[in-house]
């Protein structure tokens, strides 16, 4: 036989038995989110990113569609046996993932068995502290952290002689009639997540309960007191701004937020984490702002609570899935990464050295409205008031509190009675998964 023959033979052989061996497999990571617009990119940007820097994972991620309907598939697929690794959960589900039994594994635990380093004080205290247990132990990763603030067209402002936004609510309630006598008749204010500004946020900010027992933080044998004299004076008073459109309502969620970018709604509450939509999508000079306050309430503004959500990890999944799992939650803590995620979408900045960078970098100086969140926060050590939520219930909850208060703007039911109702509904709830909770 020839030697070229020989050569090509033996080159074929080789080819054959290459062809032959499987090529080593990669381990998939299902991430189910509920991020649209500007945060959908961000999300789809960190998949591609990770699995580009290695070659073991690819993390796959999926809309699911809004936080509520993120959680109820992630809820049924588990039912079914096929829940994603990574589910995207908002706060108020905390304690709903807390009682899955079963369903979770926990991140300090899967930091742990992988090896991975994980330091829970490395994370902002404000928002960890909302996803760990009374020790000190995190059971979800933080993702991306929120809080209320209020967004402002400063030219509308302007136009009706005001330099600052308002930081009393008797101040923004007399700004947003005039916005209404100026060019914005259908809309002075108004606000995305109704529940959140008004009964949630409003009382946190105000250092007054919104349940027992540190608002559930400290047992689920909790009670509600969303009914009491601050809730009830602003509940009468948006309703009463609501006769002449100086507030208007825009929904339970968040879908109403257009009305502020399109320059229809002048100020407008929402999360801090719609950064990226304004400044893709406003036309006009805008700003951001703490949340007003009552200045008759003793000790206020006391400190913001924490919106956004959080990345949970699925059970009963393998031991090299959780490892991957692990290796991508090193990978989301990176320095630099956090800085660049906070800076491009608003949403808060999970270590204190991602937060210290961007002020050592000057990124506050010439975009102030990222620090507007990190400030309410911070601007006093929480109390049991205002550590956050862990209610039972809490995303159905939100819609039985929202269908209350559509009640009293309405005019069906004044104030304290629309209150009154949410609380006792809102008890009738809480028993019920206490006691679900306890089998």
Known sequence: MAPTLTIRIALAGLGLAAAATPALAVTELQWWHAMTGANNDAVNRLADEFNASQS??????????????????GIAAFRAGTAPHIMQVFEVGTATMMSAKGAIKPVYQLMKDAGEPFDANAYLPAITGYYSTTKGEMLSFPFNSSSMVMWVNTDALKSIGLDAPPKTWPDLFAAAKKLTQNGFPNCGFSTTWVTWLNIEQLSAWHNVPVATKANGMDGLDTTLEINGPLQVKHLTNLAEAQK???????GRYDSGFGRFTAGECPIMFGSSGSYGNVK???KFAWASAPMPYYPDMPGAPQNSIIGGASLWVMGGKKPDEYKGVAKFFTFL???????KLHQTTGYMPITKAAYEKSKADGFYDKNPALETPIKELTNKPPTENSRGLRLGNLPQMRDMWAEEIEATLAGKKTAKQALDEAATRGNAMLRQFEKQAGR
Do not use: C, H, I, M
Request: hydrophobic content about 25%.
């Open 333 to 339: 803590s990176d320095t630099d990464r956090q800085a």
């Open 280 to 282: 893709g999508a406003a």
């Open 244 to 250: 002449d459109k100086s507030f208007d309502y825009s």
């Open 56 to 73: 073991d994972y690819k993390v796959v991620p999926t809309y699911k569609g809004n936080y509520g309907e993120t959680l109820n598939a």
